[in-house]
């Protein structure tokens, strides 16, 4: 079946230092739709970006990631971390019966 | 641009008790959804609605009960709550697979 796997439970990092986040996914779909939510303390998740199109960067508020089949993979990474960068990460996939696949989620601590 | 309401934002009932949450959108999305979510943990979908009056059992449907009974509105059921469960019950609605998410109810069990 459809399914998510996001490796790290808790990344922490130093302010400056790049992020990169693991997800990848397994899927009978020949062509996924991969998502990234972000969910800050006491909110709720959010969608921070998403891809159609395999080997195609897609970027938002400072964070890219890029959808390669090959390696069924959708990392999450940005260049300089933040301390308001410090949140819970979704990695996400829907089936075509509308349902979203998460993964378990990485909680992204920045420390100055 | 559009909002979901769930209510009541804070919910606190008794070991036993039959407990009901409401999710509302104007987005006017077909399809609204029901998550879990401990502390410090991730979203375990409970109930997902495709459409009024359809429902679809997510991996953690026992033990909850759940109404579509409009397209705007997505109802959840604790059918006998546990006692000392805490948890936030999180709705959603989404369009073109992207999921839009309510504020929560924090649901205490005493």
Redesign the interface.
């Known amino acids: 079946g459809d399914s998510v796997t996001q490796t790290e439970g808790l990344v922490t990092l130093t302010e400056g230092l790049p992020v990169m986040l693991n997800c990848t996914y397994q899927t009978i779909y020949s062509n996924p739709?991969l998502?990234w939510?972000v969910q800050h303390l006491n909110e709720?998740?959010?969608?921070l970006l998403?891809s159609f199109t395999d080997n195609k960067r897609t970027e938002h508020q400072g964070f890219h990631a890029t959808l390669h089949k090959s390696s069924s993979s959708f990392h999450l990474q940005k260049s300089s971390a933040q301390l308001s960068d410090s949140a819970l990460y979704?990695c996400?996939l829907?089936n075509s019966?509308?349902?979203?696949f998460?993964?378990?989620?990485t909680?992204l601590v920045v420390k100055p | 641009g559009g909002i979901i309401t769930q209510t009541p934002k804070f919910l606190i009932g008794q070991e036993g008790q039959k407990l009901t949450l409401k999710c509302q959108q104007n987005f006017n999305h077909d399809t609204m959804y029901w998550y879990r979510q401990d502390s410090g943990k991730g979203l375990r979908l409970i109930y997902y609605s495709i459409t009024e009056n359809d429902l679809q059992k997510g991996d953690l449907s026992e033990g909850y009960d759940a109404s579509r009974e409009k397209k705007s509105s997505f109802s959840l059921t604790v059918t006998s709550a546990q006692k000392n469960e805490m948890a936030v019950f999180l709705c959603a609605s989404s369009i073109s697979n992207e999921q839009f998410f309510g504020p929560g109810t924090r649901l205490t069990v005493l």
């Open positions: 739709f998502f939510y709720s998740p959010r969608l998403k979704y996400a829907p019966n509308n349902r979203i998460f993964g378990d989620g909680q």
